[in-house]
């Protein structure tokens, strides 16, 4: 009988352990967020968040949320706000795509980070621009 009792704690036990570890390994961390990148993950270079990632830093988003929006000489991009990522046609995308090869590659992750903040989709035609930009940016830093 004693075995049998002492079979189910040790067991108990064992499963709480295995449980624990692998909820912990689960669960992403603030620095695993912010060093991975690719696959959608976050790209993020100088503490900008890029926007073009599934998993948002949610603070650095609502710290900036209560800053002024910086814009990057692209006002005229405000006319897409809310617009669908994948609605562009190819002279919008183009009107997006001349912002970004007149700013300076540092800047990038932030303008990024205005548009979202701004409800301003970034047109897909433009993402797989884009993300090598912030990737040469985040290995520079």
Not at 34 to 45: F, I, S, W, Y
Not at 103 to 108: G, I, P, Q, Y
Request: hydrophobic share 30%; net charge negative; with cysteine.
């Amino acid at each position: 009988m004693w075995y049998l009792v002492s079979g189910i704690i040790i067991l108990g036990v064992t499963a709480a352990i295995i449980g624990y570890f692998g909820n912990r390994k689960r669960q992403p961390t603030k620095n695993s967020e912010t060093e991975t990148a690719g696959n959608n993950a976050n790209p993020v270079v100088s503490g900008e968040c890029c926007g073009q990632h599934k998993i948002c830093e949610r603070d650095r988003l609502l710290a900036a949320a209560g800053k002024k929006i910086e814009y990057y000489d692209d006002e005229e991009l405000d006319a897409y706000r809310g617009k669908e990522s994948d609605r562009y046609n190819e002279n919008e995308t183009e009107e997006f795509r001349e912002v970004l090869y007149t700013m300076h590659e540092t800047d990038v992750a932030g303008w990024l980070c205005s548009l979202q903040l701004r409800g301003i989709n970034l047109p897909d035609q433009l993402k797989d621009e884009v993300l090598p930009i912030i990737e040469e940016q985040r290995k520079k830093n």
